[in-house]
């Protein structure tokens, strides 16, 4: 089974069942095959309190396995002259991404152009596209590099940039080597590979480090000027910072 599968649960798999104020009911739980690892799982899938309208009832379960969320879908008759209570007349369900990326919300001290690439990164990696988040990762990468506040003027290509900022005093060794893999990470998926494609793993690797790349070069210096401010505020007169 995979990813998006969608099929219909037998009444034979449900374990117990809830009823509404309206009279729908559904399951609590139901066992079924998990269409992510392909195990036999018991999942929980009590709607009462999920989304719901008259005709669906909605709600979304992790498989004790794998952890991936599941989607049930309970739909019930649209004949509203039929006595209570209505059980649903089909449930479908199908695997969801679960390790979706809750991105930080960055503040002024990051460029709009810089965000919106990697916010675009985020969006394509939460909807299972990991080439198009890899090659969005690589684009916020060369963001970060030509708009860091240091960079110095003229066109060069991301390898240069690179070169750039970790031959002055803005990247240690271990950031120049992290940059670069996330560009090869971008590169990679720029080209057409007959054999394999991007996976969830490296797309969510190069998303998470990006995003520490854009805290360590915008949100960093910021917090750390601020912090300055205040404790030169609270400092006595005549204290020097060294005392």
């Not at 739980?29 to 005709?55: E, W």
């Not at 596209?129 to 003027?153: C, D, H, T, W």
């Amino acid at each position: 089974m995979q990813e998006g599968f969608l099929g219909e649960i037998d009444r034979k798999a449900w374990a117990g069942s809830s009823q509404s104020a309206s009279g729908e009911i559904f399951p609590d739980k139901v066992r079924i095959q998990c269409p992510s690892c392909g195990s036999m799982a018991v999942f929980h899938t009590n709607a009462l309190s999920h989304k719901r309208t008259d005709m669906l009832a909605v709600c979304r379960s992790g498989c004790p396995g794998c952890q991936n969320l599941v989607s049930f879908c309970g739909f019930y008759p649209s004949d509203t002259s039929k006595q209570s209570p209505q059980e649903p007349s089909l449930i479908v369900y199908h695997c969801e991404h679960g390790h979706a990326h809750n991105a930080k919300q960055f503040g002024d001290e990051v460029p709009e152009r810089l965000k919106r690439a990697f916010d675009s990164a985020v969006m394509a990696y939460n909807n299972q596209n990991y080439v198009a988040a890899m090659v969005m990762v690589r684009r916020s990468l060369e963001g970060i590099f030509k708009l860091r506040p240091s960079v110095q003027p003229g066109t060069k290509n991301l390898v240069n940039l690179i070169q750039e900022a970790s031959d002055g005093s803005d990247m240690s060794g271990q950031l120049e080597r992290l940059a670069h893999a996330i560009r090869d990470g971008g590169n990679l998926a720029a080209h057409f590979d007959l054999e394999t494609d991007p996976d969830r793993m490296t797309a969510q690797y190069l998303v998470e480090l990006v995003e520490y790349l854009i805290e360590y070069f915008f949100v960093l210096p910021t917090h750390i000027e601020k912090l300055e401010g205040l404790l030169d505020k609270a400092r006595p007169v005549g204290a020097s910072p060294s005392e």
